[in-house]
Every structure is written in C-alpha cells, then in structure tokens.
C-alpha cells in the first residue's frame, strides 16, 4: 500500500462527515472529477485503508437505551475467530475485542432495558464456551466520538 497523500486524507475525511456524498460532490470539495475519486476510494478500498460502508443507528431513535460492557472468561483458550463466529449473529453486540488481563474478551452491548440485556447475555454466554462473564452497566456517556 503507497503512503495516503493529502488529497486521499481529504477525501476520507469528507466520506467519514459526509458518508452519503456522490463522488462529484467530494470532488468538488476536494478539486477533483468524479472519476478520479472514484479511482482513489476504489485504491483505498482494495488496499484496506477503507474496509467497509456501514449505517450508523441511533439507539435512541430504536429504543435501545440500555449499555453495558461485558467482560467474557472462557474455559481454555479460544480462538479470537471462534469468539467472533459465536457473537456476530447477536444483533445486541455491537462490537467485540479480545484484551488482556484477566478477561478473555469484552463486548459492548446494546439493550431495550434491563430485561432485553439479560436475555442478550444468556445468548452470549450460550454462544461459545464460556466459564462466566462479568457486566459492567453504562449510567452515562460523558465522551462519545466516532470511529477515526
């Protein structure tokens, strides 16, 4: 992958505030022809600097007000793939990592209420060999910024 220039810079800054541009309307922002963004976000894009497309949801806007942090312990080692694989398909988790510590994994995991959350929990614990998991509910949110 060639180092990002300033122009590949500006073209991601602008699909990241501006996610539902045209390649004509970045272009215009950053002094390009249509085409030629659509050059650079395709090379961006084989080379794995943009990964993917996604849609953002408010939890707000779909009720899901509930937040908390899980901390997952498994029996022996599981593979980071295999943790993956058993949470991808539970809609609550809304992003997954493995750490260090103690812990083997932790999930942020978003919920209707308090009900939905414990439901949202006995899948994920169900979902892979877990020993035991330890939640971590959210009051507040002071800081909140968007993925660099």
């Given at each position: 992958?060639?180092?990002?220039?300033?122009?590949?810079?500006?073209?991601?800054?602008?699909?990241?505030?501006?996610?539902?541009?045209?390649?004509?309307?970045?272009?215009?922002?950053?002094?390009?022809?249509?085409?030629?963004?659509?050059?650079?976000?395709?090379?961006?894009?084989?080379?794995?600097?943009?990964?993917?497309?996604?849609?953002?949801?408010?939890?707000?806007?779909?009720?899901?007000?509930?937040?908390?942090?899980?901390?997952?312990?498994?029996?022996?080692?599981?593979?980071?793939?295999?943790?993956r694989k058993a949470w991808v398909g539970i809609p609550?988790?809304?992003?997954?990592?493995?750490?260090?510590?103690?812990?083997?994994?932790?999930?942020?995991?978003?919920a209707r209420d308090m009900r939905h959350l414990e439901?949202?929990?006995?899948?994920?614990?169900?979902?892979?060999?877990?020993?035991?998991?330890?939640?971590?509910?959210?009051?507040?949110?002071?800081?909140?910024?968007?993925?660099?």
């Amino acid at each position: 992958m060639d180092r990002l220039d300033q122009t590949d810079e500006r073209i991601l800054a602008e699909l990241a505030n501006h996610a539902r541009a045209t390649f004509a309307e970045i272009g215009e922002r950053v002094n390009l022809s249509a085409p030629a963004v659509k050059r650079r976000v395709d090379r961006m894009l084989d080379d794995g600097v943009i990964r993917s497309f996604t849609t953002v949801v408010d939890r707000n806007a779909i009720g899901w007000n509930t937040e908390a942090y899980v901390q997952v312990f498994c029996h022996g080692t599981i593979a980071p793939a295999e943790l993956r694989k058993a949470w991808v398909g539970i809609p609550e988790v809304v992003s997954a990592a493995t750490v260090t510590g103690t812990a083997d994994a932790i999930l942020h995991v978003l919920a209707r209420d308090m009900r939905h959350l414990e439901e949202a929990l006995e899948r994920i614990r169900a979902s892979a060999d877990i020993e035991r998991s330890e939640s971590i509910v959210v009051l507040s949110n002071i800081i909140e910024r968007a993925p660099a």
